[in-house]
């Protein structure tokens, strides 16, 4: 029974492990050289990405500035700040909007476009102050339009609808 131990027992016995050459780590492999022309293309591809939508919301920079421009002028009459401010929110809408769905829209249909197009903004609410404004060429009451709120309305449309 030992003999048969002693058999079993050398085969078993593997010997010395053999361990293959270290790797070694160098940036000269092809892998990193692959590596780099893509992550180089990546960032050429964000920056030119930035720079368009950059490039492309120019028109809103400028509405927004219009804007507050007008906000700053306390000598204009309300009437003549609220058409005003009509006139850069139609040029807006058809910077981003086609020619057919907007240039038509008017009174009530004008402003439901505004409210559906950015959740939140409540055009509606100053119907009548537009209304006095456009139509009578004054407001009867000064006191239900605030000029602040109204701008800030505005320029938060500006920056999101589309």
């Known amino acids: 029974m030992t003999l048969l131990q002693d058999s079993q027992s050398s085969e078993l016995e593997l010997g010395a492990i053999l361990e293959p050459e270290p790797i070694s780590f160098s940036f000269n492999t092809i892998g990193w050289k692959i590596l780099l022309v893509l992550l180089i293309f990546l960032i050429i591809y964000v920056g030119y990405r930035i720079f368009v939508t950059y490039r492309n919301n120019k028109y809103k920079r400028s509405a927004v500035a219009e804007i507050e421009a007008l906000v700053k002028n306390n000598e204009q009459p309300l009437n003549s700040f609220i058409t005003r401010?009509?006139?850069?929110?139609?040029?807006?809408?058809?910077?981003?909007?086609?020619?057919?769905?907007v240039a038509s829209l008017q009174g009530d249909e004008w402003l439901s476009f505004l409210d559906e197009k950015v959740p939140g903004s409540n055009f509606i609410a100053y119907k009548s102050?537009?209304?006095?404004?456009?139509?009578s060429k004054t407001l009867l009451t000064?006191?239900?339009?605030?000029?602040?709120e109204f701008s800030q309305l505005t320029i938060k449309w500006i920056k999101k609808h589309a």
């Open 85 to 101: 401010v009509l006139i850069v929110l139609k040029q807006t809408a058809l910077q981003s909007y086609t020619r057919v769905e």
């Open 129 to 135: 102050a537009i209304t006095d404004a456009i139509y």
């Open 142 to 148: 000064k006191a239900y339009f605030n000029k602040e």
